[in-house]
């Protein structure tokens, strides 16, 4: 049909009207049942956020090699993979291969099982394990720039750097792809009422990812997409599923020879006590007490979690129309252990206690975007 409409068009009289493209069938989605009756829990985690980005560098403490590992925001779940290769890099000239890594969050845990892979016999120092870590409270989809850095604050050094740690991260990930560590590929949509496809007056000059790791995207017009909206943005996006996840990368550590030691430390000295002369620190937020890192701040992390719906396989992104500023953002993931409402990032809030207000908003900013979801379809 494309060659047929060139050779029309070449022979086309010059006042001919273009043919406009068929619209594409109409996007059925089942929307989400979103009541409070059906909300199993709350989950609340404090995301270690650096103005200034994360830090891998190494160091020396007291003789042994200290390889500093963290401050990943709501990244870690992204770019742990990256960032766990290049600190193993750092540890690779230090001819004994025993290493000690200090937390078993997911940064933690990649840390060891690269640590592994390159014939260090590991031990894991954490006062916490999975399921009670940060990593286990995280939404997890692939947002390797979510919560990460302060524009105005990066560094030609670590643009570099967070480049090689995504394009290490977004490889491994796609070869973890299965049941068996939850990873998974699903669609997401971000219904919106301004036109996707119109040019950026103002382009970031110098985005923090590589085109190739942004992905495609396909804009649906109107009548292409089941949303209240005009357009809607449609791209695939990698789903991780923190519980299946973390377990079997500990599953891993362990068949591999590993050990885990339930320490918490309060001081340099008290890591400089461990028998081990390569040490990765992955303590994340922890760090700040420990190292005296004037920088690291929480980012109040808190997810609504709903009872499963099994034919829910996307996710959203926003609900589309124009909110007050002081709206915010949400969004939607589906898992096996329920569909995940989320969208808070508190800076500098370390309570661990359930914010109310911020569960209202984003819980009645989802209903209004599926029950407007519904009244399209019955339109």
Avoid at 27 to 43: E, K
Avoid at 110 to 138: K, W
Wanted: charged share 20%.
């Amino acid at each position: 049909m494309a060659a047929l409409g060139f050779a029309l068009e070449g022979c086309a009289p010059t006042t001919a009207k273009p043919q406009l493209a068929p619209k594409r069938p109409q996007l059925r989605l089942p929307p989400v049942n979103i009541s409070y009756d059906r909300i199993i829990r709350t989950t609340i985690g404090l995301r270690p956020h650096r103005p200034s980005g994360f830090v891998l560098k190494a160091d020396k403490l007291d003789g042994k090699t200290l390889i500093h590992n963290f401050g990943h925001g709501g990244s870690g779940m992204s770019l742990s993979w990256g960032t766990a290769s290049m600190a193993t890099d750092l540890a690779l000239p230090h001819t004994e291969r025993k290493a000690a890594v200090l937390g078993s969050g997911v940064v933690g845990l990649t840390s060891a099982r690269e640590l592994q892979r390159h014939g260090f016999d590991v031990t894991i120092y954490a006062a916490t394990v999975p399921p009670d870590t940060t990593s286990n409270m995280s939404l997890a989809g692939w947002t390797p720039t979510s919560g990460l850095v302060d524009n105005q604050l990066r560094t030609t050094e670590w643009d570099l750097q967070v480049r090689q740690a995504a394009r290490i991260a977004y490889r491994r990930l796609q070869l973890l792809a299965g049941s068996h560590y939850g990873v998974s590929w699903i669609k997401q949509y971000q219904p919106t009422d301004n036109d996707p496809s119109t040019p950026n007056p103002n382009p970031n000059p110098n985005p923090i990812l590589p085109l190739e790791l942004q992905g495609p995207r396909v804009v649906l017009g109107p009548g292409e997409h089941p949303f209240q909206t005009r357009y809607c943005v449609e791209r695939d996006e990698m789903r991780i599923e923190p519980s299946i996840y973390l377990d079997a990368l500990m599953t891993d550590f362990l068949n591999w020879g590993g050990k885990v030691v339930i320490r918490k430390f309060a001081s340099p000295a008290e890591i400089a006590t461990l028998s081990e002369n390569v040490i990765v620190n992955c303590t994340g937020l922890g760090a700040k007490e420990i190292f005296k890192d004037p920088e690291l701040v929480p980012l109040k992390g808190q997810l609504v979690v709903l009872i499963p719906q099994a034919e829910i396989n996307y996710g959203t992104n926003g609900i589309g129309r124009q909110l007050p500023p002081d709206s915010g953002f949400v969004h939607m993931m589906p898992r096996s252990d329920g569909i995940i409402l989320g969208g808070t990032s508190i800076r500098d809030n370390w309570s661990l206690d359930v914010e109310e207000k911020e569960r209202q908003r984003v819980v009645d900013l989802h209903i209004e975007l599926f029950n407007s979801m519904r009244s399209a379809r019955r339109t």
